[in-house]
């Protein structure tokens, strides 16, 4: 029986840590007491066994699990229920990664586009990426639009919505994305290159679906979707409908469940995220600079035959930060800068963007 791997990181007495991780094991795997098993293939098949016990500090422990594939089958929800379903609730239990059997992995869309995808639709053959983000939410769909074509004609790759953007009666998404897609199509008629503008996916799947034939009916081709929100289930059906359509992954909510980063990328990569945002070190979050660069990793290493996908350091970027976080990451990035330009009047943003757009143009690859 093919197993996933997964591994955490338990708080525990050293005397009491084997007992504690065959605790997780059956809380992972059948929730019920070893004497409760009758069938030998569900003793033998089912239960989670436990791989390695490492200790990793004054009573602190990694704990590798081997669970069973076939409690999954290709489910991402599933697959998270039974990575860390239960085990969430429990305080000094924490989810640091996971490995896929290869018929497990093959259950799963992945990236459609990834970090090659953009490249060949953007243009940018070398180079790192840019994107901005509108905002702030409360403003009507027609100042979004004039933020949206400043930016584009300054030459960013894309525009997204910010995620607090959804449905709101002050910019009702229709509204939104038909002003933002024609800002973005009169900039291009200015520049000769057109800016990708990402609408905000938000609701049931029922609503996702019909705002993503929206966003193609306007002619869009990305949209962004928050997993931790929508249901990783969920994204993945979407993606899975949609692999023309490139997902940006936005990580909202993703540190309620004591899932280290790393993995949560690895999660939102494997349901079909084409881009990965998340928070880059000396910014608004806590994130460290190890962290950043495991995160980085897993967007972008060897999984499976899966695409790489693009890291998308954001959360209180600056343009003046451009060549260090590039030195840091290198070129197979998204750089995602939001506030920091908006500060500028409505006037000089088109100036702003393009300051940000040549900055990462002079760190090299092409223009």
């Known amino acids: 029986?093919?197993?996933?791997?997964?591994?955490?990181?338990?708080?525990?007495?050293?005397?009491?840590?084997?007992?504690r991780a065959q605790a997780i094991a059956l809380e992972q795997s059948i929730e019920a007491p070893m004497e409760a098993v009758r069938d030998d293939y569900v003793a033998r098949e089912i239960v989670a066994q436990v791989q390695d016990i490492r200790e990793a500090g004054t009573g602190v422990f990694e704990v590798s699990l081997g669970i069973s594939a076939?409690?999954?089958g290709g489910d991402a929800g599933q697959l998270l229920?039974?990575?860390?379903?239960?085990?969430?609730?429990?305080?000094?239990?924490?989810?640091?990664?996971f490995t896929l059997p290869a018929e497990t992995l093959a259950r799963f869309p992945g990236p459609s586009q990834g970090i090659e995808g953009q490249r060949a639709r953007t243009g940018a053959k070398e180079r790192a990426l840019t994107c901005v983000a509108i905002k702030p939410q409360g403003i009507p769909a027609s100042a979004l639009?004039?933020?949206?074509?400043?930016?584009?004609v300054g030459g960013v790759d894309f525009v997204k919505d910010d995620h607090g953007l959804a449905d709101q009666a002050y910019s009702p998404f229709a509204e939104r994305v038909r002003a933002c897609a024609a800002a973005a199509r009169r900039a291009a008629e200015r520049t000769g290159r057109l800016t990708r503008y990402v609408p905000s996916l938000s609701g049931h799947y029922g609503g996702m679906r019909d705002q993503i034939a929206l966003a193609r009916d306007n002619g869009l081709d990305t949209v962004?979707?928050?997993?931790?929100?929508?249901?990783?289930?969920?994204?993945?059906?979407?993606?899975?409908?949609?692999?023309?359509m490139a997902f940006f992954a936005h990580p909202t909510m993703g540190g309620a469940a004591r899932i280290a980063p790393p993995a949560l990328m690895k999660l939102f990569r494997?349901?079909?995220?084409?881009?990965?945002?998340?928070?880059?070190?000396?910014?608004?979050?806590?994130?460290?600079?190890?962290?950043?660069?495991?995160?980085?990793?897993a967007l972008r290493d060897g999984?499976?035959?899966?695409?790489?996908?693009?890291?998308?350091?954001?959360?209180?970027?600056?343009?003046?930060r451009v060549p260090e976080m590039l030195a840091f990451y290198g070129p197979d990035t998204m750089l995602l800068i939001g506030g920091a330009l908006l500060v500028a009047p409505l006037?000089?943003?088109?100036?702003?963007?393009?300051?940000?757009v040549r900055a990462v143009a002079d760190q090299g690859g092409d223009g």
């Open 1 to 19: 029986m093919s197993r996933i791997v997964a591994a955490y990181r338990v708080k525990s007495e050293p005397a009491a840590i084997a007992a």
């Open 70 to 72: 076939a409690t999954v």
């Open 81 to 97: 229920n039974m990575l860390f379903g239960n085990s969430s609730l429990l305080a000094d239990v924490e989810l640091l990664d």
């Open 145 to 152: 639009a004039a933020l949206t074509e400043a930016f584009a």
């Open 224 to 244: 962004m979707a928050a997993p931790m929100l929508a249901g990783l289930s969920t994204v993945q059906a979407l993606a899975a409908e949609n692999r023309d």
């Open 270 to 297: 494997l349901v079909g995220g084409d881009v990965g945002i998340f928070p880059h070190f000396g910014g608004r979050f806590g994130y460290s600079r190890e962290t950043c660069l495991a995160v980085a990793g």
């Open 303 to 320: 999984f499976g035959g899966l695409e790489a996908a693009a890291p998308a350091p954001a959360g209180g970027m600056t343009p003046a």
């Open 347 to 356: 006037e000089q943003l088109t100036q702003a963007t393009g300051d940000f």
